[in-house]
Every structure is written in structure tokens, then in C-alpha cells.
């Protein structure tokens, strides 16, 4: 009897959530935005033609440069609103509102973040005409908001909200690049790492390229400073999740014509960031007179960040400039709203901040400054103060790209440079006259007498001096070797003068992409966009590589388990079992390593290391490491550690190696902010998807310490070819719409997944073959 009402209950249970679903997903298809015919929008000086391909992708044709950014605001709105609004409100410090309690914190740093410097400025420091651009991008977002008033899109309904009018200012958005600026987290787990282990001990512990002696300020108390003082600062990148009750590194490389098959640069761009459902990448089409532009960008933001125009093309990857700096406060004890200068005591700035909070009262919080900036934390006598380039004009992520996207050579490339102050990138180039070049540029705070890599005291002894001249950042163009790469590496040569950062992607993916470049070059062969597709989706490892050398040379391998890794050829692909088993393997190695190498308390900090630092001490095996005889230990822990990744791997996959695979424990999974719905995630989240390569082969799927599931890699895409621009490639995923009623949803997922592209159209006529919705928009 009992089995049986369980029975009951459970089918009903699942009759209950399949209803549930049904429901959202009629919803969710009546609530799709009209991408056909004709609206009348107001606001519009002259009509708007709109022609999305079989991909998604929304071509925008205006006879004026305000009614273009007018229905590209439109546009993005029509298909990503919601996701808009939450990047909005991420920036506003007002996620609270809507999310709870739960949000607070984040809201409280968020607003701590924001710009307060001069507006004239602010502005000044992008495009002469960004105000303008911005006030008709906003204008055409107010637009759609207004035509859907009494049919809000499907996300709010179920949200419980409703999306606000915008202003220019909201685009502003500081949080959008907080977390590419880097790096005050690293510099707490420095901190924490000397306090344990020693000034020595530590700087070796770190890998800093080039080799740095960690540098504390002589008298500067550390102890207690740790990376989980600042969990709740995070960019507007981080994923925001829905409570159930309310129902974020880069390849890129630029090709010269004497390398390629048509005799024209090919131009390679894979950005890295966090997966998401939708997409962080928007693909936009901008036509009009003094405009004709294609490529990526946040659809929160006018213009495209990276693509090409008529003449140019371009792409980047992140420049690891240092662009922040935190500094420990003194607190006068008598009364702890002053702190300590070169000059005495000195009174905070304090503002109260109201926070509106879903489900609870208001909470007033008092927003405290020193000259530094914010205060992050405080206890006792002691505050954390951050100075971050997002304080200075001009540092709203991403729109010096209204100045890149209007310009026609390198001269004019080079140009809009200074203006690009962050996020910092490697920016390449390449032109319809062959030319390529690449200038690594963004916003370098000048530091005459510390690294930056540790907390200092806020005492004036320790003070930026102004920023490194952009001229003065590493830039070249049409050298000898006949392509540029990077991959987040130190792009920084020998001798550099400015110390502008320590914290460097490790070699494996730009030695990969220059060995298959160069080899190319070396053997005569002509690069096609096919050949860019494979080196794009490359998934061979190369510290697997070289961790089967390590095994190879230690010996004793006759056993099967050995015998499997040393004829494994090191391609991590999604069927392959040796590759599950390597990554297994090199987590338990490093896991060993770090334990050797740190007190146990403080290993934790050492999570992330990289293959590189794993195999410097397997290959060069010390005595501090690996005891009185290091070789033959380093051997030990080797063999054991391939052994435990086997064992671990049978729990997962059972017995039989025939059957493990990489893609069944390397999975993506795109995550929508309301899946916790009952029945949403069945509508709201794709299929799980396996996946091939890791964090460190140039098709980047980096996962996290918890799982191994993909967290981040290159969502986007793009190959552009100069010769022809129609002959260019991209693809963008999950898809581009962020409506989970809409066809262009999660289409893109399964091509993304195959590594295989769709033509990016950019010619009228081709544009025109490859439409299958037209709409105009109509003053």
C-alpha cells in the first residue's frame, strides 16, 4: 500500500512539473518579440530596415547615424532585454531589489565601484560623438520597453519584476570589466601566502613572469588578509541566479597575405569569458552613412567591440595590465572615520546608500572613502581601500570601440588606442592593404617603488604616478615573421621599463598557435580559413605532452595504466579515455605538489596553479620538494598519482577503460538566471554538452576546482578574411537571442559544440540571400 502511494505521489509529482513546463514554454513562445513586418517606434527620424540571417544575426540598415543606434538599442532589446536589465541593475548596485537579501553585499561593492569623477570627461575620453550615440542607443531600449508595457517579456513575468527606462549613464557601467582589470584578489592570496611561509618561500610559490621577490612594505601588518575578505566583489559577468521563490582569457592572431591563400591577412579572434545562457556576445550588423561595421560586442552597449568594417579588422585578448592596487588603512582609534596620511589624521568621505531589498525593509549602509577609493573592509584599526583604474574617465568597458569601428588604417587604428583604457587588451590588426599589427593597450598605473603584487600601507609613501604613455605600451606592425599571436601571455619584452604586471596566461597556447603558424610558414604551406578553423578548435595538449615525457623518463612503466599514457598522442578529445585519465592525473599532481610545497591550511591557495608550475617541480625535482632523494620520490608520486586518477576514474566510469571518455566528465552546461523555476530549466537551459580540450589548449574550455565542467572558454568566435569579407566565418553560442521562446535561442549550440562556424554575411546582396526575417522600423 505504501509503495503504491508513493507511486501515486511521484507520478503526480512529475505530471505536476511536466505541466508546469508546458505552461512556460506557450508562454514563453507567446511572449517572442515581433522580428517580421512592420512597427510604428517612435523616436525614429526616417525608417529602419532590419534583416536577421538564418543565424540570428540582426543586419541594420539607417539613412542616419541616430536612428542606427536608435534600433540597434531596439534590436538588442528585442532580443536580450532581460539580460540587460540584470547587467544594468549589476552596475546600478541594485540586483537586490529584485533578487533579495542574498544580493546586498554585492550591491553594496557594486555601488562602492561607481564612477564619481567629471562627467565632461568621462565622455571626452571615448568617441567626440559617444554622448550623442548613447543617448539614441538608450532612446531606442526606452522604445521597445514602451511598446511591450502591458506585455512585458516572458523573463519578467516570471522574474516579478519590470524592466526600467535607461539613460546614458547606465552604460557606463563599471562592474561590465571589473574582473578583467585584476588584481586585488591575487594580491590578498600573496599576502596570506607571506604571513604563512616567508617573503621567499612565497615569491617562489607564485607564478610571476618574470621571477618578482614579493616586496611587503617595511612594517605592514598582513596576518588575517585573504582573498575571501572580497568573495562579494564581483563583475557583471558573475552569474546572477533567481532564488526559487522569486520565480569570465582569449586567442587571437593576425595572418599577413604572404602566409595565406588568397594573398590577403586572415584575422583570428576566440575571446574567452564565462559561459552563459545568453551569450555575454551579441553579433550585430551596423549600416549607415560614415557606419558599415560587423561583429561582437555586449548587447548592453552601442557599436561593436571586435569584427571589421570596410577596411579593418580586429580582435582581442586580454593584456593582464595590474590595474588595481589595495591599501591598508590605518584607523585612527579614537574615531575610525579618519585614517592615517603622511600629513596626520585625515576624515573619510562618507555617502549614505539606500538599498532596497525584495522581501525585507530598506537598508541605509554608509559608503566610506579614503583618497584610495572605497573601503572594502574594515576591522579593527585596520581597512582595505581600493585605487582602480574604473575611478579615472573614460574607463567604461569596451566603448572605445565607437573610435575602432570608424577607423580605415593603421594610423587611424592607432589613433583610437589611447582611448581604449579598459578592459586591456591585445588588440591585432589586419587591412584590406595588407597590412597587420597588433598594439597591446589599456589604462597602466605607473608604480616607481613596488610591484603591486601585495597590499600596501595607505601612509603616501605609495602612490601611482600618473599612467604609462600608450605609445609607450608594446605595439608593431607587419613583422618579419609574417603573423602576430597572443593568447594572454606576457607580451611585455625583455627590459621593459614599467612594471605593469606580473600575472601572465601560462606558454601553452601561444606556443601552440606560433608552432602551427610558424611551421606553416616555414614549410611553405598558404593558410586557408579551414586551416584557421582547425588551429581555432585545437585541442592538443601540450603539458600533457609533457607530463608523458616526465613518465617516460621515470621508468618502471610496464604496467597498463602507464603503457596507456605513453602511446596516447595528447589530444584531449570529448571520446577519449587516456585524456579523462590525464586530467585526473594532473589534478592529483598538483593537489601533491601543492601539499609538498605549502602548509596544508594555506595549499588551497595554490588550486590554481597551472600545468607549468606542476611540471617546473617534476622536471627539476629539489630536495625541499621531494626529500633526501628527490628523483626517486618525484618518480613515487608519479606513478601513485596516475594510480589514484585511475581509481578515481573507475568510481566515475566503472571498470573497463575502453569505456571512460574525457566529454563525460567535461560537460558545458548553459545556465539560465531563472532555471530554478519549477519545469524552467527543462526550456531555459540546453542540453548539457560534452566537451573536448581544457584550459590549456588553444580551443580553451577551462573548468573549475569543483567539477569539470566548463565555466569559461570562447563562446564567440570569428575568422574575418580581407580579401573577400563574405568568405568570413563566426559563430556565437548558445544562441542569439536570450528569449527562451524564440528560434535563435539555443540553435547555435550544436554547430558551437562541433567547432564548425556560419558565414558572417556583410555585402548587401549576400546579406540579402541569407535573410529570413525582415522587419522595418517606422517612425
Known amino acids: 500500500m505504501k509503495k503504491t502511494v508513493l507511486l501515486s505521489i511521484l507520478l503526480l509529482a512529475i505530471t505536476c512539473v511536466a505541466q508546469a513546463a508546458s505552461n512556460l514554454e506557450s508562454r514563453a513562445k507567446a511572449s517572442v518579440s515581433q522580428i517580421t513586418g512592420t512597427l510604428k517606434t517612435p523616436g525614429l527620424n526616417e525608417p529602419v530596415q532590419v534583416l536577421r540571417d538564418e543565424w540570428g544575426v540582426a543586419h541594420i540598415y539607417a539613412a542616419n547615424q541616430h536612428d542606427l543606434f536608435f534600433a540597434q538599442g531596439f534590436v538588442a532589446a528585442q532580443d536580450r532585454l532581460f539580460q540587460m536589465e540584470l547587467w544594468k541593475r549589476s552596475g546600478q548596485g541594485r540586483l537586490a531589489e529584485v533578487l533579495g537579501p542574498t544580493a546586498l553585499q554585492r550591491d553594496i561593492n557594486a555601488r562602492r565601484l561607481q564612477y564619481r ?90 607564478e610571476f613572469d618574470q ?9 605592514i601588518n598582513l596576518a588575517g588578509l585573504s582573498p575571501d575578505l572580497l568573495k562579494e566583489l564581483v563583475g557583471s559577468d558573475t552569474r546572477i541566479e533567481f532564488p526559487v521563490k522569486a520565480k569570465e582569457g582569449s586567442n587571437n592572431w593576425t595572418i599577413a597575405g604572404a602566409l595565406t591563400n588568397t594573398g590577403k591577412p586572415i584575422l583570428a579572434n576566440d575571446p574567452h569569458r564565462v559561459i552563459a545562457e545568453p551569450s555575454l556576445r551579441y553579433i550585430v550588423h551596423l549600416v549607415a552613412p560614415g557606419w558599415d561595421v560587423i561583429g561582437a560586442g555586449e548587447p548592453a552597449l552601442p557599436g561593436v567591440a571586435l569584427g571589421h568594417n570596410q577596411n579593418i579588422a ?39 546608500a539606500t538599498f532596497a531589498v525584495r522581501g525585507q525593509a530598506a537598508v541605509n549602509v554608509d559608503l566610506k572613502f579614503t583618497s584610495h577609493g572605497p573601503i572594502l573592509w574594515e576591522n579593527g584599526n585596520r581597512a582595505l581601500a581600493l585605487r582602480w583604474v574604473g575611478a579615472e574617465p573614460g574607463t567604461a568597458g569596451y566603448l572605445a570601440s565607437l573610435s575602432v569601428d570608424r577607423a580605415q588604417n593603421w594610423d587611424e587604428f592607432e589613433a583610437a ?33 613596488w610591484t603591486g603584487l601585495l597590499p600596501v600601507p595607505g601612509n603616501g609613501r605609495y602612490e601611482w604616478s600618473g599612467f604609462v604613455p600608450n605609445d609607450k605600451l608594446p605595439h608593431l606592425s607587419n613583422p618579419q ?72 623518463s621515470v621508468g618502471n612503466n610496464s604496467d ?67 626529500g633526501d632523494k628527490p628523483a626517486a620520490e618525484r ?145
Open 117 to 206: 569623477g567629471d562627467m565632461k570627461a568621462e565622455y571626452e575620453s571615448y568617441a567626440p560623438d559617444t554622448k550623442e550615440i548613447l543617448e539614441a542607443f538608450t532612446a531606442g531600449i526606452n522604445a521597445y520597453i514602451a511598446s511591450r508595457a502591458g506585455n512585458p517579456p516572458f523573463e519578467f513575468e516570471i522574474a516579478g519584476f519590470k524592466p526600467e527606462p535607461w539613460k546614458p549613464e547606465d552604460c557606463l557601467n563599471r562592474m561590465a570589466a571589473f574582473s578583467m582589470t585584476g588584481n586585488s584578489f591575487t594580491e590578498l592570496a600573496h599576502a596570506r601566502m607571506v604571513s604563512a611561509v616567508g617573503v621567499d618561500k612565497a615569491s617562489q610559490l607564485f
Open 211 to 219: 621571477p618578482v621577490q614579493l616586496d611587503p612594505a617595511r612594517g
Open 314 to 352: 580586429w580582435g582581442f585578448t586580454i593584456f593582464g595590465l595590474d590595474q588595481q592596487d589595495l591599501y591598508l588603512e590605518e584607523l585612527n582609534p579614537i574615531n575610525r572615520l579618519q585614517y592615517r596620511t603622511n600629513k596626520g589624521w585625515r576624515k573619510m568621505h562618507v555617502e549614505k
Open 417 to 449: 588606442m589611447p582611448r581604449w583604457k579598459v578592459p586591456s587588451e591585445n588588440i591585432v590588426y589586419a587591412d584590406t592593404e595588407g597590412n597587420i599589427g597588433e598594439h597591446s593597450t589599456g589604462l597602466a598605473p605607473l608604480r616607481k617603488n
Open 481 to 552: 615573421a609574417g603573423f602576430i599571436a597572443t593568447a594572454n601571455h606576457k607580451m611585455i619584452p625583455a627590459g621593459y621599463p614599467y612594471k605593469v604586471g606580473y600575472e601572465w596566461a601560462p606558454r601553452f597556447r601561444i606556443e601552440r598557435i606560433s608552432e602551427t603558424l610558424g611551421s606553416a610558414r616555414n614549410n611553405g604551406r598558404k593558410l586557408s580559413i579551414e586551416d584557421v578553423e582547425k588551429l581555432q578548435t585545437d585541442v592538443l595538449s601540450l603539458p600533457a605532452l609533457e607530463l608523458i615525457a616526465i613518465l617516460q
Open 560 to 626: 597498463d595504466l602507464s603503457q596507456t599514457m605513453l602511446k596516447w598522442d595528447g589530444v584531449l578529445a570529448k571520446d577519449s579515455g587516456p585524456a579523462a585519465l590525464y586530467e585526473l592525473w594532473m589534478q592529483q599532481l598538483t593537489r601533491e605538489v601543492a601539499r609538498r610545497a605549502a602548509p596544508a591550511k594555506h595549499a588551497s591557495l595554490l588550486q590554481d596553479w597551472s600545468p607549468a608550475k606542476v611540471l617546473h617541480y617534476l622536471q627539476h625535482p629539489s630536495q625541499e620538494m621531494f
Open 635 to 779: 618518480n613515487q608520486v608519479v606513478h601513485a598519482a596516475l594510480e589514484a586518477a585511475a581509481a578515481r576514474l573507475r568510481q566515475m566510469q566503472g571498470d573497463d577503460p575502453a569505456k571512460w571518455s574525457w566529454g563525460n566528465l567535461h560537460i558545458v552546461r548553459f545556465r539560465h538566471p531563472l532555471d530554478r523555476l519549477s519545469g524552467a530549466d527543462s526550456i531555459m537551459d540546453p542540453a548539457p554538452t560534452q566537451r573536448p580540450g581544457d584550459d590549456y589548449t588553444v580551443n580553451s574550455t577551462g573548468f573549475g576546482n569543483d567539477s569539470f565542467d566548463q565555466v569559461s572558454g570562447a563562446s564567440y568566435r570569428e575568422i574575418l578574411d580581407t580579401s573577400n569579407w563574405d568568405q568570413s566565418v563566426a559563430v556565437n553560442s548558445p544562441g542569439q537571442s536570450g528569449q527562451p521562446g524564440s528560434k535563435h535561442y539555443s540553435d547555435l549550440v550544436s554547430i558551437w559544440a562541433e567547432g564548425k562556424y556560419f558565414p558572417l554575411t556583410y555585402s548587401r546582396e549576400a546579406v540579402e540571400k541569407a535573410a529570413t526575417d525582415r522587419m522595418t522600423l517606422e517612425p
